[in-house]
């Protein structure tokens, strides 16, 4: 075998370590190992470090040049980086087409008939503009205000998925434009890391990178995995290609990033299809995007077409609904809850987001607004995530302004003043006073919700009707609404400054309070969960309702019996002999009755609390039993009030023994467990021990 010179190795292993770059960052099909790469370039490394005089730039080994910058150098752009017009609506999509099929008239006069576009997808980054002379790249620039950017060379060849060298590059200059973007899985890791710091977290994917393309060091923005896709090549010599097309297909060919999902669009219809695709499509990607970017595909077309002095003519920005913004915070307000719960706001200059207009934010708590530093009059960003209510992100501290200061949580209810409490280990302050107002409020809406009482019709407005009235003071009084008296109640709602006055009227007064009257036979999981008693959910008062089969009989539960209902915890067991304590609640149940409302569960109960002697017990099962099953010896132990778990701990009351038992047993003596053999068992059961 001839032997390689160090130069023709050199050669080689570039060769080799591009080819692999490619692969792996691009077309993201690597073909050897990461360990295998890295033995590549340690090779190369060695051989460079022997042999310096063949060191050269545009070696895979220099992505990272020495030391931090003093500073960026401005550049001019060889031709400005234009913005892009934005779409909201299909109907802004077609009026573009229309526009692009007039420009394109034919020499009747008549619009083209139907014009090929391409549309790819926004990528949510900063865009770079690559210069390569003799396809070696030479400058990296950014945006800046179009005409001028910065110099950010450095800081580019550090970007892996970049080739340093085209593959077949054509001579001369050539560039050639894109996205530099964060993927999601590594801003994650950034953010990870900034908070382990102390540094303050980026607020999303795009600032992280802009951050990081900012940094004067360019180890730092190595170490960023930062990539890009690129999309436009700029002065292309004659000869070049005549379609986006075919400029993307060069753009791949040159060994160039191009995000893979671009499509060819006959019409405008393909075009729209395409964006509704990727609406949702787009949130399995690694990457953000913010939109489609419909472009015509005929070069000669674009030409004809031109642009303003902002925006060409033949491109459009379809924007997806946007999932962030940023607006003013006006004023932090607190809310009421039906549990007593106070709870800040904020209520926000109004801001398009996802596709609604907002005005609402949550914020949660008093020690989330300190821990975000949000304070009404700064700018802040707002996300709508999973929830309905959107959520402030972070406050945006470069603008805010001098004399806005730290919010202050409330000490009284804004309803109906008294003192808040908290305990001291909890978040939430609370209005304690039972017949505050704003309780009574949230406390009906949500007795007559779907998930409770489901009173049709009956939501916030009219329940402030109501109030407002004085028809109603607490759950009891819906059961004595009159039709005539409700018909004849008047609501006023002014919108866009004209008030209404309109009377409730008789053919809905009849259908509310007819939906009221057939609330009364309603199952009693409903009426518990109506109430509205802390920490009790569906699923726990569906338990409660199930367990003691009345109200009467929940009524007198202690809480050691509240607490034997399986999966009924110490802290619902307490809140809800709490909510019985209390003589007005009592009085409530009192006047439902009276009312007609059924207290009775309309299956009857499991054995009652009485009945359940092993009540809050509970056991463990190991081994074979010869007289019953596990499911028949768990039945059993159920039936009588106790659980049964798969693991001992010092809370099992019981390990009960068949034949062959496994670890457990030998857990449970090693725990100080009893354990009761079959026979033992039985006796247990059949009440005879
Ligand atoms: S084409 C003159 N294509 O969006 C047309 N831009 O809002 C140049 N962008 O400044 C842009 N993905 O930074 C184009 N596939 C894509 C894009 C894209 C993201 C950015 C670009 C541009 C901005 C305009």
Not at 186 to 209: G, T
Not at 345 to 358: N, W
Not at 387 to 403: D, F, Q
Not at 410 to 439: F, I, Q
């Amino acid at each position: 075998m001839p032997r390689t010179s160090p130069a023709g190795r050199i050669a080689a292993l570039r060769e080799d370590i591009r080819a692999h770059e490619e692969r792996y960052y691009v077309q993201q099909d690597p073909s050897i190992s990461d360990a295998e790469f890295d033995a590549l370039v340690k090779e190369l490394e060695a051989l460079e470090a022997a042999h310096p005089d063949l060191v050269t730039p545009d070696s895979p080994t220099q992505r990272v040049a020495g030391r931090p910058a003093e500073g960026f150098v401005s550049v001019s752009h060889a031709s400005p980086m234009l913005s892009l017009d934005n779409a909201y609506s299909e109907e802004e999509l077609r009026a573009f087409d229309d526009r692009v099929r007039r420009g394109l008239a034919q020499p009747s006069g008549e619009p083209a008939e139907s014009v090929t576009y391409v549309a790819e997808l926004k990528i949510d980054g900063l865009s770079i503009a690559l210069t390569y002379e003799d396809g070696r790249l030479r400058r990296g620039a950014s945006r800046g205000d179009g005409v001028h950017g910065e110099e950010v060379t450095a800081n580019v060849r550090t970007i892996r998925v970049i080739p340093l060298r085209l593959r077949d590059g054509p001579p001369g200059l050539m560039e050639v434009r894109g996205e530099v973007y964060l993927p999601r899985a590594a801003f994650l890791r950034m953010n990870e890391e900034r908070e382990q710091a102390d540094d303050p977290p980026f607020a999303n994917p795009r600032n992280a990178a802009a951050g990081t393309m900012r940094n004067l060091d360019p180890r730092q923005v190595a170490r960023r995995r930062l990539r890009a896709w690129m999309y436009q090549l700029v002065a292309a010599s004659p000869g070049g290609p005549a379609t986006h097309e075919a400029t993307l297909e060069q753009l791949r060919a040159w060994g160039l990033p191009v995000e893979p999902h671009w499509r060819r669009c006959e019409g405008i219809d393909e075009v729209l299809a395409f964006c509704h695709e990727w609406a949702d499509k787009r949130r399995h990607l690694d990457y953000d995007t913010d939109g489609v970017v419909i472009k015509v595909d005929n070069l000669a077309a674009r030409d004809r077409l031109g642009a303003t002095s902002k925006f060409p003519r033949w491109a459009l920005a379809f924007k997806f609904p946007a999932e962030q913004a940023t607006t003013r915070l006006l004023r932090i307000e607190v809310n009421v809850g039906r549990t007593g719960a106070v709870t800040p706001f904020a209520v926000l200059d109004p801001v398009r987001l996802a596709g609604s207009t907002i005005q609402l934010a949550t914020l949660h708590n008093e020690q989330e607004i300190a821990r975000k530093d949000i304070r009404a009059g700064d700018y802040v960003l707002v996300e709508k995530g999973g929830e309905v209510i959107p959520k402030i992100v972070m406050p945006i501290l470069s603008r805010r302004e001098p004399g806005v200061v730290p919010w202050v949580m409330p000490r009284s209810c804004p309803a109906c003043g008294s003192p808040l409490h908290r305990p001291d280990d909890e978040v939430v302050w609370r209005c304690m006073n039972t017949s505050c107002p704003a309780k009574l409020r949230r406390g009906l809406i949500h007795y007559a919700s779907r998930a409770a009482m489901n009173i049709e019709g009956l939501g916030e407005s009219r329940v402030d009707l109501f109030l407002e009235s004085g028809l109603i003071r607490d759950f009891a009084d819906l059961y004595e609404l009159e039709a005539a008296r409700v018909a004849a109640l008047t609501t006023v709602s002014i919108r866009e400054g004209k008030t209404t006055e309109r009377r409730f009227g008789m053919p809905s007064a009849v259908k509310l309070v007819g939906e009221i009257e057939r609330s009364r036979q309603n199952d009693l999981p409903r009426l518990v969960y109506g109430l509205g008693i802390r920490h009790v959910g569906e699923r726990a008062a569906m338990l409660l309702a199930r367990a003691f089969g009345s109200m009467d009989r929940l009524c007198a539960a202690s809480e050691q019996e509240l607490q034997a209902v399986p999966d009924i915890g110490p802290t619902v067991a307490a809140a809800v002999r709490a909510w019985f304590e209390e003589p007005r609640n009592r009085e409530l149940i009192e006047r439902l009755r009276k009312a007609g409302v059924n207290l009775t569960s309309h299956t009857p109960a499991a054995a009652p609390p009485e009945a359940q002697p092993l009540a809050g017990q509970t056991f463990v099962l190991t081994g074979t039993l010869s007289t019953m099953t596990r499911e028949e010896a768990t039945e059993a132990i159920e039936r009588l009030g106790g659980r049964v778990s798969g693991s001992v701990s010092r809370k099992t009351r019981y390990v009960v023994t068949g034949e062959e038992p496994g670890s457990k047993l030998e857990k449970a003596r090693a725990l100080g467990v009893e354990t009761l053999d079959e026979a033992a068992f039985r006796q247990l059961i059949m009440g005879k021990r």
